[in-house]
DNA sequence: ATATAATGAACGATCGTTCGTTCAAGAAGA
DNA sequence: TCTTCTTGAACGAACGATCGTTCATTATAT
Protein backbone atom coordinates (compact mmCIF):
# COMPACT_ATOMS: atom_id res chain seq x y z
CA UNK A 1 0.00 0.00 0.00
CA UNK A 2 2.75 2.62 0.16
CA UNK A 3 2.98 3.41 -3.34
CA UNK A 4 -0.54 3.57 -4.04
CA UNK A 5 -0.67 7.43 -5.42
CA UNK A 6 -2.70 8.24 -8.75
CA UNK A 7 -6.49 7.07 -7.73
CA UNK A 8 -7.15 7.79 -11.12
CA UNK A 9 -4.21 7.17 -13.62
CA UNK A 10 -5.15 3.32 -14.69
CA UNK A 11 -6.08 2.76 -18.29
CA UNK A 12 -9.12 1.49 -16.79
CA UNK A 13 -10.35 4.28 -14.57
CA UNK A 14 -9.69 6.67 -17.56
CA UNK A 15 -11.89 5.02 -19.93
CA UNK A 16 -14.61 4.50 -16.96
CA UNK A 17 -14.42 8.52 -16.59
CA UNK A 18 -15.03 8.75 -20.02
CA UNK A 19 -17.80 6.27 -20.68
CA UNK A 20 -19.29 8.27 -17.44
CA UNK A 21 -18.94 11.89 -19.28
CA UNK A 22 -20.30 10.05 -22.60
CA UNK A 23 -23.82 8.82 -20.54
CA UNK A 24 -23.77 12.62 -19.19
CA UNK A 25 -23.89 14.15 -22.39
CA UNK A 26 -26.26 11.88 -23.82
CA UNK A 27 -28.64 12.46 -21.17
CA UNK A 28 -28.27 16.11 -21.63
CA UNK A 29 -29.38 15.93 -25.04
CA UNK A 30 -32.05 13.48 -24.34
CA UNK A 31 -33.85 15.92 -21.99
CA UNK A 32 -33.11 18.47 -24.26
CA UNK A 33 -34.80 16.70 -27.10
CA UNK A 34 -37.48 15.08 -25.10
CA UNK A 35 -38.11 16.41 -21.13
CA UNK A 36 -36.67 14.56 -18.50
CA UNK A 37 -39.56 12.77 -17.83
CA UNK A 38 -40.52 11.60 -20.94
CA UNK A 39 -37.14 10.44 -21.32
CA UNK A 40 -36.36 6.85 -20.56
CA UNK A 41 -33.22 5.35 -19.30
CA UNK A 42 -32.79 3.37 -22.34
CA UNK A 43 -32.48 6.12 -24.70
CA UNK A 44 -30.17 7.62 -22.61
CA UNK A 45 -27.98 4.44 -22.53
CA UNK A 46 -28.60 3.72 -26.20
CA UNK A 47 -27.41 7.45 -27.22
CA UNK A 48 -24.45 6.92 -25.00
CA UNK A 49 -23.44 3.53 -26.80
CA UNK A 50 -23.18 1.71 -23.53
CA UNK A 51 -25.53 -0.85 -22.26
CA UNK A 52 -28.53 -0.21 -20.44
CA UNK A 53 -27.11 -2.51 -17.59
CA UNK A 54 -23.52 -0.92 -17.43
CA UNK A 55 -25.91 2.45 -17.12
CA UNK A 56 -26.20 1.54 -13.74
CA UNK A 57 -22.50 0.89 -12.96
CA UNK A 58 -22.00 4.35 -13.26
CA UNK A 59 -24.80 6.23 -11.66
CA UNK A 60 -27.32 4.98 -9.19
CA UNK A 61 -30.53 5.56 -11.12
CA UNK A 62 -32.48 8.51 -13.72
CA UNK A 63 -32.54 10.51 -10.96
CA UNK A 64 -29.33 10.84 -9.82
CA UNK A 65 -28.13 11.30 -13.49
CA UNK A 66 -30.22 14.57 -13.10
CA UNK A 67 -28.71 15.50 -10.24
CA UNK A 68 -24.73 15.47 -11.45
CA UNK A 69 -26.37 17.41 -14.57
CA UNK A 70 -27.48 20.23 -12.16
CA UNK A 71 -24.69 20.11 -10.21
CA UNK A 72 -22.39 20.22 -13.33
CA UNK A 73 -24.40 23.40 -14.31
CA UNK A 74 -22.95 25.54 -11.60
CA UNK A 75 -19.42 25.03 -13.28
CA UNK A 76 -20.78 26.70 -16.43
CA UNK A 77 -21.54 29.63 -14.94
CA UNK A 78 -18.17 29.94 -13.75
CA UNK A 79 -17.00 32.42 -16.57
CA UNK A 80 -20.25 34.82 -15.73
CA UNK A 81 -19.10 34.94 -11.86
CA UNK A 82 -16.03 35.69 -12.82
CA UNK A 83 -17.03 38.63 -14.58
CA UNK A 84 -19.01 39.90 -11.49
CA UNK A 85 -15.52 39.82 -9.38
CA UNK A 86 -13.83 42.96 -11.60
CA UNK A 87 -13.15 45.74 -10.30
CA UNK A 88 -14.12 48.32 -13.33
CA UNK A 89 -16.87 51.08 -12.18
CA UNK A 90 -19.62 48.96 -10.52
CA UNK A 91 -22.44 50.01 -13.70
CA UNK A 92 -19.75 48.32 -16.30
CA UNK A 93 -19.32 45.38 -14.33
CA UNK A 94 -23.24 45.46 -14.03
CA UNK A 95 -23.62 45.69 -18.05
CA UNK A 96 -21.08 43.20 -18.52
CA UNK A 97 -22.86 40.56 -16.56
CA UNK A 98 -26.15 40.95 -17.68
CA UNK A 99 -24.35 40.36 -21.79
CA UNK A 100 -22.76 37.83 -20.64
CA UNK A 101 -25.77 35.99 -18.84
CA UNK A 102 -28.27 36.66 -21.37
CA UNK A 103 -25.86 35.72 -23.98
CA UNK A 104 -25.30 32.12 -21.75
CA UNK A 105 -29.26 31.94 -21.61
CA UNK A 106 -29.56 32.86 -25.33
CA UNK A 107 -28.52 29.55 -26.18
CA UNK A 108 -32.15 27.39 -25.97
CA UNK A 109 -30.06 24.42 -24.32
CA UNK A 110 -29.19 25.95 -21.06
CA UNK A 111 -33.03 27.57 -21.30
CA UNK A 112 -34.59 24.52 -21.99
CA UNK A 113 -32.33 22.79 -19.40
CA UNK A 114 -32.91 25.06 -16.66
CA UNK A 115 -36.25 24.64 -17.23
CA UNK A 116 -36.37 21.21 -16.68
CA UNK A 117 -34.30 21.12 -13.53
CA UNK A 118 -36.45 24.19 -11.86
CA UNK A 119 -39.72 21.86 -12.47
CA UNK A 120 -37.59 18.74 -11.04
CA UNK A 121 -36.63 20.98 -8.11
CA UNK A 122 -40.36 21.46 -6.96
CA UNK A 123 -40.80 17.80 -5.95
CA UNK A 124 -37.17 16.83 -5.46
CA UNK A 125 -35.86 18.58 -2.20
CA UNK A 126 -32.26 17.53 -3.29
CA UNK A 127 -32.39 19.29 -6.44
CA UNK A 128 -34.43 22.32 -5.26
CA UNK A 129 -31.44 22.68 -2.65
CA UNK A 130 -28.82 22.54 -5.74
CA UNK A 131 -30.84 25.16 -7.61
CA UNK A 132 -30.81 27.06 -4.72
CA UNK A 133 -27.43 26.90 -3.81
CA UNK A 134 -26.48 28.14 -7.39
CA UNK A 135 -28.89 30.62 -7.43
CA UNK A 136 -26.93 32.18 -3.59
CA UNK A 137 -23.52 32.03 -5.38
CA UNK A 138 -25.05 34.23 -8.42
CA UNK A 139 -27.03 36.47 -6.15
CA UNK A 140 -24.56 37.14 -3.23
CA UNK A 141 -21.67 38.68 -6.09
CA UNK A 142 -24.00 40.72 -8.17
CA UNK A 143 -25.02 42.34 -4.72
CA UNK A 144 -21.59 42.74 -3.46
CA UNK A 145 -21.34 44.54 -6.98
CA UNK A 146 -24.39 46.73 -6.12
CA UNK A 147 -23.39 47.17 -3.16
CA UNK A 148 -20.31 48.79 -4.36
CA UNK A 149 -21.65 50.75 -6.49
CA UNK A 150 -24.36 52.13 -4.09
CA UNK A 151 -21.00 53.39 -2.34
CA UNK A 152 -19.53 54.80 -5.15
CA UNK A 153 -22.74 56.70 -6.01
CA UNK A 154 -23.25 55.02 -9.49
CA UNK A 155 -26.45 53.75 -8.39
CA UNK A 156 -29.35 54.50 -6.00
CA UNK A 157 -29.74 53.95 -2.12
CA UNK A 158 -32.06 50.72 -2.67
CA UNK A 159 -33.60 49.14 0.38
CA UNK A 160 -31.98 45.83 -0.02
CA UNK A 161 -29.17 45.23 -2.92
CA UNK A 162 -29.60 41.38 -2.36
CA UNK A 163 -32.82 41.52 -3.51
CA UNK A 164 -32.43 43.62 -6.22
CA UNK A 165 -29.84 41.00 -7.46
CA UNK A 166 -32.37 38.61 -7.56
CA UNK A 167 -34.54 40.97 -9.28
CA UNK A 168 -31.60 41.33 -11.94
CA UNK A 169 -31.46 38.04 -12.56
CA UNK A 170 -34.86 37.24 -12.78
CA UNK A 171 -35.09 39.60 -15.47
CA UNK A 172 -32.59 38.27 -17.39
CA UNK A 173 -33.63 34.86 -17.29
CA UNK A 174 -37.49 35.92 -17.92
CA UNK A 175 -36.09 37.37 -21.00
CA UNK A 176 -34.45 34.16 -22.03
CA UNK A 177 -37.47 32.02 -21.42
CA UNK A 178 -40.23 34.70 -23.57
CA UNK A 179 -37.29 34.37 -26.30
CA UNK A 180 -37.36 30.75 -26.44
CA UNK A 181 -41.19 30.48 -26.21
CA UNK A 182 -42.07 33.37 -29.10
CA UNK A 183 -38.42 32.80 -30.69
CA UNK A 184 -37.37 36.20 -30.49
CA UNK A 185 -33.89 36.33 -30.73
CA UNK A 186 -32.38 36.87 -27.84
CA UNK A 187 -30.17 39.77 -29.43
CA UNK A 188 -33.23 42.00 -30.19
CA UNK A 189 -34.51 41.52 -26.48
CA UNK A 190 -30.80 42.68 -24.89
CA UNK A 191 -31.24 46.32 -25.58
CA UNK A 192 -34.67 46.91 -23.51
CA UNK A 193 -33.37 44.73 -21.16
CA UNK A 194 -30.52 46.56 -20.02
CA UNK A 195 -32.18 49.91 -20.29
CA UNK A 196 -34.75 48.92 -18.10
CA UNK A 197 -32.50 47.48 -15.74
CA UNK A 198 -30.34 50.52 -15.78
CA UNK A 199 -33.08 52.63 -15.01
CA UNK A 200 -34.06 50.34 -12.10
CA UNK A 201 -30.55 51.23 -10.72
CA UNK A 202 -29.30 54.58 -11.55
CA UNK A 203 -28.86 57.91 -9.16
CA UNK A 204 -31.65 59.70 -9.17
CA UNK B 1 -92.12 23.19 -30.12
CA UNK B 2 -93.24 26.40 -29.42
CA UNK B 3 -91.54 26.48 -25.81
CA UNK B 4 -88.42 24.61 -26.39
CA UNK B 5 -85.69 27.37 -25.09
CA UNK B 6 -82.34 26.18 -22.88
CA UNK B 7 -80.74 23.76 -25.32
CA UNK B 8 -78.47 22.52 -22.99
CA UNK B 9 -81.03 22.36 -19.88
CA UNK B 10 -81.51 18.48 -20.14
CA UNK B 11 -81.15 16.87 -16.51
CA UNK B 12 -78.39 14.98 -18.10
CA UNK B 13 -76.44 17.45 -20.12
CA UNK B 14 -76.23 19.19 -16.42
CA UNK B 15 -74.71 15.94 -14.81
CA UNK B 16 -72.35 15.54 -17.84
CA UNK B 17 -71.17 18.95 -17.42
CA UNK B 18 -70.33 18.65 -13.75
CA UNK B 19 -68.46 15.65 -14.39
CA UNK B 20 -66.42 17.52 -17.11
CA UNK B 21 -65.99 20.02 -14.13
CA UNK B 22 -65.05 17.45 -11.43
CA UNK B 23 -62.46 15.85 -13.73
CA UNK B 24 -60.85 18.88 -14.75
CA UNK B 25 -60.66 19.62 -10.78
CA UNK B 26 -59.44 16.52 -9.88
CA UNK B 27 -56.76 16.59 -12.33
CA UNK B 28 -55.39 20.03 -11.40
CA UNK B 29 -54.98 18.94 -7.42
CA UNK B 30 -53.15 15.67 -9.23
CA UNK B 31 -50.98 18.25 -11.56
CA UNK B 32 -50.26 20.03 -8.85
CA UNK B 33 -48.96 17.52 -6.18
CA UNK B 34 -47.30 15.24 -8.44
CA UNK B 35 -46.70 17.09 -11.86
CA UNK B 36 -47.96 16.47 -15.22
CA UNK B 37 -46.09 13.53 -15.99
CA UNK B 38 -46.26 11.98 -12.95
CA UNK B 39 -49.85 11.73 -12.80
CA UNK B 40 -51.59 8.85 -14.56
CA UNK B 41 -54.82 8.98 -16.28
CA UNK B 42 -55.67 6.53 -13.46
CA UNK B 43 -54.97 9.10 -11.09
CA UNK B 44 -57.03 11.51 -12.29
CA UNK B 45 -60.30 9.52 -12.90
CA UNK B 46 -60.08 8.18 -9.10
CA UNK B 47 -59.75 11.20 -7.93
CA UNK B 48 -62.70 12.82 -9.87
CA UNK B 49 -64.84 9.67 -8.81
CA UNK B 50 -65.29 8.64 -12.29
CA UNK B 51 -64.08 5.56 -14.23
CA UNK B 52 -61.15 5.54 -16.35
CA UNK B 53 -63.15 4.32 -19.34
CA UNK B 54 -65.93 7.50 -18.83
CA UNK B 55 -62.94 9.92 -18.12
CA UNK B 56 -62.10 8.90 -22.16
CA UNK B 57 -65.59 10.17 -22.81
CA UNK B 58 -65.15 13.67 -21.76
CA UNK B 59 -61.79 14.31 -22.76
CA UNK B 60 -59.92 13.39 -25.92
CA UNK B 61 -56.74 12.25 -23.79
CA UNK B 62 -54.45 13.29 -21.03
CA UNK B 63 -53.00 16.12 -23.10
CA UNK B 64 -56.57 17.85 -24.17
CA UNK B 65 -56.99 18.02 -20.26
CA UNK B 66 -53.64 19.92 -19.97
CA UNK B 67 -55.07 22.31 -22.73
CA UNK B 68 -58.23 22.62 -21.41
CA UNK B 69 -56.41 23.62 -18.03
CA UNK B 70 -54.70 26.08 -19.54
CA UNK B 71 -57.04 27.37 -21.12
CA UNK B 72 -59.10 28.04 -18.31
CA UNK B 73 -55.89 29.67 -16.83
CA UNK B 74 -57.26 32.87 -18.68
CA UNK B 75 -60.24 33.22 -16.98
CA UNK B 76 -59.04 33.19 -13.70
CA UNK B 77 -56.72 36.19 -14.60
CA UNK B 78 -59.76 38.10 -15.87
CA UNK B 79 -60.05 40.47 -12.56
CA UNK B 80 -55.98 41.45 -12.97
CA UNK B 81 -57.08 42.55 -16.44
CA UNK B 82 -59.87 44.43 -15.21
CA UNK B 83 -57.67 46.33 -12.85
CA UNK B 84 -55.75 47.57 -15.91
CA UNK B 85 -58.14 48.78 -17.39
CA UNK B 86 -59.20 51.47 -14.87
CA UNK B 87 -58.58 55.05 -15.20
CA UNK B 88 -57.15 56.19 -12.16
CA UNK B 89 -53.58 57.83 -12.38
CA UNK B 90 -51.43 55.40 -14.13
CA UNK B 91 -49.10 54.85 -11.23
CA UNK B 92 -51.97 54.12 -9.19
CA UNK B 93 -53.03 51.38 -11.94
CA UNK B 94 -49.79 50.21 -12.37
CA UNK B 95 -49.07 49.81 -8.07
CA UNK B 96 -52.93 47.63 -8.18
CA UNK B 97 -51.51 45.29 -10.58
CA UNK B 98 -48.55 44.50 -9.43
CA UNK B 99 -50.32 44.09 -6.19
CA UNK B 100 -52.93 41.79 -7.47
CA UNK B 101 -51.26 39.79 -9.74
CA UNK B 102 -47.99 39.37 -7.39
CA UNK B 103 -51.10 38.30 -4.58
CA UNK B 104 -52.82 36.06 -7.35
CA UNK B 105 -49.64 34.30 -7.69
CA UNK B 106 -48.67 34.44 -3.84
CA UNK B 107 -50.70 30.91 -4.09
CA UNK B 108 -47.88 28.06 -4.79
CA UNK B 109 -50.68 26.41 -6.57
CA UNK B 110 -51.19 29.19 -9.41
CA UNK B 111 -47.01 29.12 -9.56
CA UNK B 112 -47.00 25.49 -9.75
CA UNK B 113 -49.64 25.59 -12.15
CA UNK B 114 -47.92 27.71 -14.47
CA UNK B 115 -44.73 26.14 -14.80
CA UNK B 116 -45.94 22.96 -15.24
CA UNK B 117 -47.67 24.23 -18.33
CA UNK B 118 -44.72 26.20 -19.31
CA UNK B 119 -42.79 22.92 -19.25
CA UNK B 120 -44.93 21.67 -21.05
CA UNK B 121 -45.48 24.69 -23.21
CA UNK B 122 -41.85 23.96 -25.00
CA UNK B 123 -42.40 21.10 -26.79
CA UNK B 124 -46.17 20.88 -27.37
CA UNK B 125 -47.18 23.95 -29.56
CA UNK B 126 -50.68 24.00 -29.46
CA UNK B 127 -50.18 24.21 -25.51
CA UNK B 128 -47.16 26.93 -26.31
CA UNK B 129 -49.44 29.13 -28.38
CA UNK B 130 -52.01 29.23 -25.67
CA UNK B 131 -49.42 30.61 -23.22
CA UNK B 132 -48.39 33.28 -25.27
CA UNK B 133 -52.17 34.19 -26.43
CA UNK B 134 -52.58 34.55 -22.54
CA UNK B 135 -49.44 36.38 -22.14
CA UNK B 136 -50.41 38.82 -24.91
CA UNK B 137 -53.52 40.37 -23.22
CA UNK B 138 -51.90 40.59 -20.12
CA UNK B 139 -48.92 42.79 -21.50
CA UNK B 140 -51.10 44.35 -24.01
CA UNK B 141 -53.75 45.66 -21.19
CA UNK B 142 -50.11 46.52 -18.96
CA UNK B 143 -48.67 48.69 -21.91
CA UNK B 144 -51.41 50.48 -22.32
CA UNK B 145 -50.81 52.06 -18.70
CA UNK B 146 -47.63 52.52 -19.54
CA UNK B 147 -48.57 54.53 -22.45
CA UNK B 148 -51.13 56.58 -20.39
CA UNK B 149 -48.65 57.04 -17.28
CA UNK B 150 -45.68 58.36 -20.19
CA UNK B 151 -48.30 60.71 -22.23
CA UNK B 152 -49.23 62.31 -18.71
CA UNK B 153 -45.15 62.11 -17.43
CA UNK B 154 -46.10 59.89 -14.53
CA UNK B 155 -43.31 57.45 -16.48
CA UNK B 156 -40.33 58.15 -18.07
CA UNK B 157 -40.14 58.15 -21.99
CA UNK B 158 -39.20 54.31 -22.57
CA UNK B 159 -37.90 53.29 -25.65
CA UNK B 160 -41.04 50.25 -26.17
CA UNK B 161 -43.92 50.41 -23.40
CA UNK B 162 -44.84 46.66 -24.68
CA UNK B 163 -40.99 45.28 -23.80
CA UNK B 164 -41.53 46.90 -20.88
CA UNK B 165 -44.58 45.32 -19.49
CA UNK B 166 -43.12 41.73 -20.76
CA UNK B 167 -39.96 42.49 -18.20
CA UNK B 168 -42.79 44.00 -15.35
CA UNK B 169 -44.77 40.62 -15.93
CA UNK B 170 -41.36 38.59 -15.64
CA UNK B 171 -40.99 40.54 -12.29
CA UNK B 172 -43.61 39.86 -10.81
CA UNK B 173 -43.59 35.77 -12.25
CA UNK B 174 -40.00 35.33 -11.13
CA UNK B 175 -40.47 36.86 -7.57
CA UNK B 176 -43.65 35.05 -7.57
CA UNK B 177 -41.68 31.37 -8.34
CA UNK B 178 -38.67 32.79 -5.93
CA UNK B 179 -41.27 32.93 -3.42
CA UNK B 180 -42.17 29.57 -3.96
CA UNK B 181 -38.89 28.08 -4.39
CA UNK B 182 -37.24 29.07 -1.41
CA UNK B 183 -40.22 29.22 1.04
CA UNK B 184 -40.09 33.15 1.47
CA UNK B 185 -43.92 34.48 1.81
CA UNK B 186 -44.83 36.31 -1.03
CA UNK B 187 -45.90 39.49 1.23
CA UNK B 188 -41.77 39.99 2.03
CA UNK B 189 -41.03 40.52 -1.53
CA UNK B 190 -43.46 42.71 -2.44
CA UNK B 191 -42.40 45.55 -1.27
CA UNK B 192 -38.65 45.34 -3.11
CA UNK B 193 -40.46 44.16 -6.01
CA UNK B 194 -42.65 47.41 -5.97
CA UNK B 195 -39.72 49.49 -5.32
CA UNK B 196 -37.71 47.85 -8.42
CA UNK B 197 -40.54 48.23 -11.16
CA UNK B 198 -41.58 51.87 -10.12
CA UNK B 199 -37.41 53.25 -9.75
CA UNK B 200 -37.58 51.52 -13.22
CA UNK B 201 -40.32 53.29 -14.70
CA UNK B 202 -40.31 56.60 -12.97
CA UNK B 203 -39.78 59.98 -15.00
CA UNK B 204 -36.03 60.75 -14.13
C1' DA C 1 -5.92 -15.62 -11.41
C1' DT C 2 -8.67 -12.11 -9.78
C1' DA C 3 -11.44 -8.22 -9.79
C1' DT C 4 -14.42 -5.43 -12.06
C1' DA C 5 -16.53 -3.38 -16.25
C1' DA C 6 -19.90 -4.57 -19.56
C1' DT C 7 -23.84 -6.93 -21.16
C1' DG C 8 -28.91 -7.64 -22.24
C1' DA C 9 -32.58 -10.66 -20.83
C1' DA C 10 -35.97 -10.47 -17.46
C1' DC C 11 -38.99 -8.40 -13.78
C1' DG C 12 -42.98 -6.33 -11.99
C1' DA C 13 -45.22 -2.10 -12.28
C1' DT C 14 -47.47 1.33 -14.66
C1' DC C 15 -48.33 3.94 -18.77
C1' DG C 16 -52.21 6.01 -22.10
C1' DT C 17 -55.70 4.17 -24.64
C1' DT C 18 -59.37 1.03 -26.53
C1' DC C 19 -63.16 -1.96 -26.30
C1' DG C 20 -67.46 -4.52 -25.50
C1' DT C 21 -70.90 -4.18 -22.40
C1' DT C 22 -74.45 -2.34 -19.14
C1' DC C 23 -77.95 0.69 -17.99
C1' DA C 24 -80.68 4.82 -17.37
C1' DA C 25 -82.53 9.04 -19.45
C1' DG C 26 -85.06 11.18 -23.31
C1' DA C 27 -87.83 10.73 -27.84
C1' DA C 28 -91.41 8.65 -30.46
C1' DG C 29 -95.44 5.87 -31.14
C1' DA C 30 -99.66 3.93 -29.19
C1' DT D 1 -100.49 8.16 -20.29
C1' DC D 2 -98.04 4.06 -20.97
C1' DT D 3 -94.74 1.54 -23.90
C1' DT D 4 -91.12 0.89 -26.96
C1' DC D 5 -86.95 2.54 -29.23
C1' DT D 6 -82.81 5.13 -29.31
C1' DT D 7 -79.04 7.39 -27.51
C1' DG D 8 -74.87 7.95 -25.17
C1' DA D 9 -72.94 8.10 -20.40
C1' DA D 10 -70.66 4.96 -17.36
C1' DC D 11 -67.92 1.18 -16.54
C1' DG D 12 -63.59 -1.71 -15.84
C1' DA D 13 -61.12 -5.51 -17.99
C1' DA D 14 -57.70 -5.87 -21.30
C1' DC D 15 -54.03 -4.26 -24.61
C1' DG D 16 -49.49 -3.48 -26.07
C1' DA D 17 -45.86 -0.57 -24.93
C1' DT D 18 -42.68 1.24 -21.94
C1' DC D 19 -41.09 2.38 -17.41
C1' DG D 20 -36.84 2.08 -13.92
C1' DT D 21 -34.28 -1.43 -12.02
C1' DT D 22 -31.96 -5.95 -11.06
C1' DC D 23 -29.03 -9.73 -11.90
C1' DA D 24 -26.67 -13.80 -13.70
C1' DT D 25 -23.38 -14.07 -17.17
C1' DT D 26 -19.51 -12.85 -20.22
C1' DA D 27 -15.45 -10.15 -21.43
C1' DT D 28 -11.39 -7.69 -20.16
C1' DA D 29 -7.84 -5.15 -17.81
C1' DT D 30 -4.69 -5.72 -13.98
Given at each position: ?97 VT??AT??A ?68 T ?10 MGKLLSGLK ?10
Amino acid sequence: MADQRAPAGTKRDRATAQRRGRILDAAVMCFLENGYHQTGVRDIAKRAGVSLGNLYNHFAGKHDILAEIATLERTELAPVLALLARTDPAPAVLDGFVTAYATYLAKPENVILTIEITSEAIRKPDIGDLFVANRAELVDALAAVLTRGIADRHFRAMPDPRDTAHLIIELIEGTAYRSVLSGLAMGKLLSGLKDFIMAAVREG
